[in-house]
């Protein structure tokens, strides 16, 4: 298996620019989670999906972040408009049962 | 809700000697616990997890943790270290309700091993 794929693994843009990161989890599961890891916050849960369906997006920072999964094999997380203090290591995650296997990373560079 | 505590943010150790990574968890329920690794701009990794019986697990490249329940701690532990295992290590928690739950993470710990 692949993996979890993540695309840009990198993303320089200004500030005011809209920015989506792409997500392609592994086959046959069930449940996808995106996070954000700073240096200040650590790893943060962001939001999380099961069977395409949004369950918890309490992670969410606020109204310029949103996620969605068309289907099964795809999710995007989307900031517009993107501020400076957006930059940071994005992961996504699937899993099917009890373990979360991660992407490698989208790194995001708001200017 | 659950949450974790990495006691120590950063371990310095010299190679081939042992390593303790401390990690305790609190929660109202019952628990799986993991340890994930982090090299330099990479994703994270799965060293092991417990789910339940046994409370010693084993895990890659040599890890093991032991669960300790009265203790609510989840230390992380190699006899030997190398060079090769430099990198920043999490430990997370997650309440068992029968699903795919979300994982708490702890602050994580950089372990550097030097020669």
């Known amino acids: 298996d692949a993996g979890v794929i993540q695309s840009p693994r990198h993303e320089v843009t200004e500030m005011g620019q809209e920015v989506t990161l792409r997500c392609k989890p592994i086959s046959g599961h069930d449940y996808l989670f995106w996070y954000r890891q700073t240096m200040m916050r650590g790893l943060e849960l962001l939001i999380y999906?099961?069977?395409?369906?949004?369950?918890?997006d309490s992670g969410m920072p606020e109204d310029r972040f949103s996620a969605k999964m068309p289907n099964a094999s795809f999710s995007t997380l989307k900031i517009q408009p993107s501020e400076p203090r957006d930059s940071a290591v994005y992961f996504c995650?699937?899993?099917?049962?009890?373990?979360?296997?991660f992407g490698p990373g989208t790194r995001l560079t708001v200017l | 809700a659950q949450s974790v505590t990495q006691l120590d943010s950063q371990v310095p150790v010299f190679e081939e000697a042992p390593v303790e990574l401390r990690c305790n968890y609190s929660?109202?329920?019952?628990?799986?616990l993991f340890w994930y690794v982090q090299y330099p701009n990479q994703g994270l990794q799965l060293l092991l997890k417990y789910l339940s019986g046994s409370t010693l697990v084993k895990g890659i490249n040599g890890f093991e943790a032991e669960f300790n329940k009265s203790q609510t701690s989840f230390h992380l532990r190699k006899p030997s270290v190398h060079i090769s295992d430099t990198a920043e290590y999490f430990c997370?928690?997650?309440?068992?309700?029968?699903?795919?739950?979300?994982?708490?993470f702890g602050k994580g710990t950089k372990l550097t091993v030097n020669p």
């Open positions: 929660s109202s329920v019952s628990v799986y």
């Open positions: 995650a699937s899993s099917t049962s009890d373990t979360q296997y």
């Open positions: 997370a928690v997650s309440g068992f309700q029968g699903g795919s739950e979300k994982l708490v």
């Open positions: 999906f099961n069977n395409n369906v949004p369950i918890d």
